[in-house]
């Protein structure tokens, strides 16, 4: 859910979800953006936060953006309830609505 709708808007986004896996490290959250965002203005975000089912406050959190799709580290995820907000998107200019978004889990091998 972006904090601003308005076309061409420099917002957060915010996202939450339900995960009833444990991964008790190298975890990550993905998030891919619809194709009406222009990739070219997601590489210039400021920051991810996130925020697990045991936290209180949200952390910063190192993310990595390629093409349309976030990579959020989360270290280790515990099931339940789990945030994640990504500050510093432009809306879409030319759409007034999008496509889905799409968020994964992930656990990376090292």
């Given at each position: 859910m972006p904090y601003?709708?308005?076309?061409?808007?420099?917002?957060?986004?915010?996202f939450y979800f339900?995960?009833?896996t444990d991964i008790s490290d190298n975890a990550w959250v993905q998030v891919t953006f619809?194709?009406?965002?222009?990739s070219r203005t997601l590489v210039l975000f400021k920051s991810c936060l996130y925020k697990g089912p045991t936290d209180t406050v949200y952390s910063t959190a190192e993310c990595t953006v390629s093409y349309?799709?976030?990579t959020i580290k989360a270290g280790s995820i515990v099931?339940?309830?789990?945030?994640?907000?990504?500050n510093g998107v432009t809306n879409?200019?030319?759409s007034t609505i999008s496509?889905?978004?799409?968020?994964?889990?992930?656990?990376?091998?090292i």
């Open positions: 601003d709708p308005t076309q061409g808007a420099v917002t957060n986004y915010a339900s995960t009833d619809p194709t009406e965002f222009d349309n799709t976030f099931a339940g309830n789990i945030s994640v907000v990504i879409p200019v030319y496509s889905q978004f799409y968020v994964a889990t992930l656990f990376k091998k």
